[in-house]
C-alpha cells in the first residue's frame, strides 16, 4: 500500500472499501497475527510531533488512516492527495454491517462502567446478529491489566475496538498486541460512547464540510486547549508546502 507522509506519520492511502478487504483478508487468516489499526486525526499529528514514541506506534500500525477532514486536505496542499476519510466510528460501524449474521466476534473496551455494555445492546439492537463476545470498561488500573487481558483472551474475538481515547489507546494497543489473542485490534476513541448513544455523532453535513471539530468543540468546551493544535496543524502544512520545511 502507498503511504503518504503528513508530517512524519505515515498515512496509508486507502479508502473505505479498502480498508474493510484488508480487514477481511486478516480475519480469514488461519493463523491468529495480530494487526493493529489507527485512525490518527490532525491532533494526533501534532501530538506525534511532540512524542517519538506515539510517532513510531503509528508509523508501525498495519493499517493506519486519515480520520478527519484536516488531514486529507493537508494531504491535497502537500500535493499528495489521499483517496478520502477513514474515520474510526465509520471504520467500526462497517466491520459491524460486513460481519452481522456471521461467525467474527468483536470484542468492546472502553467508557466508563457500564457504557460498553450498552454498546453491545445497542449494536445487537441496530446491526442485528452480530456476536458480541465481551465487553469491558476502559477504567482499568494497571494492575488490573493482566486479568483484563486474560478475559479478553478468554472469549476469543477476532476484533478488539478500543475506545481509550488518543494517544491511550494506540500506545495501549501496541504494548500489548503480542500478548492478545485478536486477529485486528482498532483504536476507535469515542466510538463506545456514540455506539452506547451517550454521545452523538456529527451530523453527516456538517462531517463532510469539515466542520466536525467546531461540532465537537461547542459540544465539549473543555477540548477548547487541545483543538488549538488545529489551527498549528494547518501552518505547520502550508509552511512545509510553500517553505519545504
Same mark, same amino acid.
Given at each position: 500500500?502507498?503511504?503518504?507522509?503528513?508530517?512524519?506519520?505515515?498515512?496509508?492511502?486507502?479508502?473505505?472499501?479498502?480498508?474493510?478487504?484488508?480487514?477481511?483478508?486478516?480475519?480469514?487468516?488461519?493463523?491468529?497475527?495480530?494487526?493493529?489499526?489507527?485512525?490518527?486525526?490532525?491532533?494526533?499529528?501534532?501530538?506525534?510531533?511532540?512524542?517519538?514514541?506515539?510517532?513510531?506506534?503509528?508509523?508501525?500500525?498495519?493499517? @493506519?488512516?486519515?480520520?478527519?477532514? #484536516? *488531514?486529507? /486536505? $493537508?494531504?491535497?496542499? +502537500? !500535493?499528495?492527495? @489521499?483517496?478520502?476519510?477513514?474515520? #474510526? *466510528?465509520? /471504520? $467500526?460501524?462497517?466491520? +459491524? !454491517?460486513?460481519?452481522?449474521?456471521?461467525?467474527?466476534?468483536?470484542?468492546? /473496551?472502553?467508557?466508563?462502567?457500564?457504557?460498553?455494555?450498552?454498546?453491545?445492546?445497542?449494536?445487537?439492537?441496530?446491526?442485528?446478529?452480530?456476536?458480541?463476545?465481551?465487553?469491558?470498561?476502559?477504567?482499568?488500573?494497571?494492575?488490573?491489566?493482566?486479568?483484563?487481558?486474560?478475559?479478553?483472551?478468554?472469549?476469543?474475538?477476532?476484533?478488539?475496538?478500543?475506545?481509550?481515547?488518543?494517544?491511550?489507546?494506540?500506545?495501549?494497543?501496541?504494548?500489548?498486541?503480542?500478548?492478545?489473542?485478536?486477529?485486528?485490534?482498532?483504536?476507535?476513541?469515542?466510538?463506545?460512547?456514540?455506539?452506547?448513544?451517550?454521545?452523538?455523532?456529527?451530523?453527516?453535513?456538517?462531517?463532510?464540510?469539515?466542520?466536525?471539530?467546531?461540532?465537537?468543540?461547542?459540544?465539549?468546551?473543555?477540548?477548547?486547549?487541545?483543538?488549538?493544535?488545529?489551527?498549528?496543524?494547518?501552518?505547520?502544512?502550508?509552511?512545509?508546502?510553500?517553505?519545504?520545511?
Amino acid at each position: 500500500m502507498n503511504r503518504i507522509d503528513i508530517h512524519g506519520v505515515k498515512i496509508h492511502d486507502v479508502n473505505m472499501n479498502e480498508a474493510i478487504d484488508l480487514i477481511n483478508s486478516w480475519i480469514n487468516e488461519t493463523e491468529i497475527t495480530s494487526h493493529a489499526v489507527y485512525t490518527p486525526n490532525s491532533e494526533i499529528i501534532m501530538q506525534a510531533q511532540r512524542s517519538s514514541e506515539l510517532k513510531n506506534t503509528l508509523n508501525n500500525a498495519n493499517l @493506519l488512516v486519515a480520520d478527519g477532514a #484536516g *488531514v486529507v /486536505l $493537508a494531504s491535497k496542499i +502537500l !500535493k499528495t492527495p @489521499l483517496k478520502e476519510k477513514v474515520s #474510526g *466510528v465509520d /471504520l $467500526a460501524k462497517n466491520l +459491524l !454491517k460486513a460481519y452481522s449474521g456471521k461467525d467474527v466476534g468483536f470484542y468492546l /473496551l472502553g467508557g466508563e462502567p457500564g457504557v460498553a455494555d450498552l454498546a453491545a445492546v445497542n449494536i445487537i439492537s441496530n446491526y442485528g446478529k452480530v456476536k458480541i463476545t465481551g465487553y469491558n470498561h476502559g477504567y482499568f488500573k494497571s494492575e488490573e491489566e493482566n486479568d483484563l487481558i486474560d478475559k479478553i483472551n478468554s472469549t476469543k474475538p477476532d476484533i478488539l475496538l478500543v475506545g481509550l481515547g488518543a494517544p491511550k489507546q494506540e500506545l495501549w494497543i501496541h504494548n500489548n498486541m503480542y500478548r492478545l489473542n485478536c486477529k485486528v485490534m482498532i483504536g476507535v476513541g469515542g466510538s463506545i460512547d456514540i455506539f452506547a448513544g451517550k454521545v452523538s455523532l456529527t451530523p453527516e453535513f456538517i462531517r463532510k464540510a469539515g466542520f466536525e471539530w467546531l461540532h465537537r468543540l461547542l459540544r465539549e468546551p473543555r477540548r477548547i486547549k487541545r483543538m488549538m493544535d488545529l489551527p498549528r496543524f494547518m501552518l505547520k502544512t502550508i509552511k512545509k508546502r510553500f517553505i519545504g520545511k
